[in-house]
């Protein structure tokens, strides 16, 4: 059995789980509200506070699937009691971020400033030369932080650019110049 699938998924004070037909679950908590329809064949089930996910078969695709349709259920309760949060920081000499609105304005060392509006359902914060991205739908969340950083990479001979909170940049040694 899937370590992972087999575990069950315990549902906080606060937050209500309903699974409709065709395995459509929708998630309501403190925070909002999430709906996702998960993969038909897994059998999803609500028993004395908790969801509980089963498999009809053990074929390489059933046990894939097993495991994947626990953790969106995980993901969807997290997300509505407690939320999630990506942090970002801008590294570089002149480099750097604002909020204006819903907007985020990037100083990245182009000709141009880089504007990006904030997608339905997330807010982006900026604090001295962090960023940070918080919202309720992880997938969500770690594409738009995604996002911002693809606007400039961390390079590594400086490690200018934007990298995340916790991403650990490795640097390269420079040329040298003639003896």
Known sequence: MSRIG????????????????ANHVV????????????PAEMEIKLEDGQVVVTRPSDLKKMKSLHGLTRTLIHNMVVGVSEGYT????????????????NKLVLSLGYSHPVEMVDP?????????????VSG??????????????DKRRPEPYKGK???????????????????
């Open 27 to 38: 998630v309501k908590g403190p925070k909002g509200q999430l709906e996702r329809t998960l």
């Open 86 to 101: 990506k942090t970002l920081e801008v590294n570089g000499v002149g480099y750097r971020a604002a909020k204006q609105g």
């Open 120 to 132: 339905d359902g997330l807010t982006s914060t900026v604090e001295g030369n962090k960023i940070v």
């Open 6 to 21: 087999r575990l069950p998924v315990a549902i906080p004070a606060g937050v209500t789980v309903e699974i409709q037909e």
């Open 136 to 149: 309720i739908d992880k997938e969500k969340v770690g594409q738009y932080a995604a996002e911002i950083r």
């Open 161 to 179: 650019g934007i990298k995340y909170a916790d991403e650990v940049i490795r640097r390269k040694v420079g040329k040298t110049g003639k003896k």
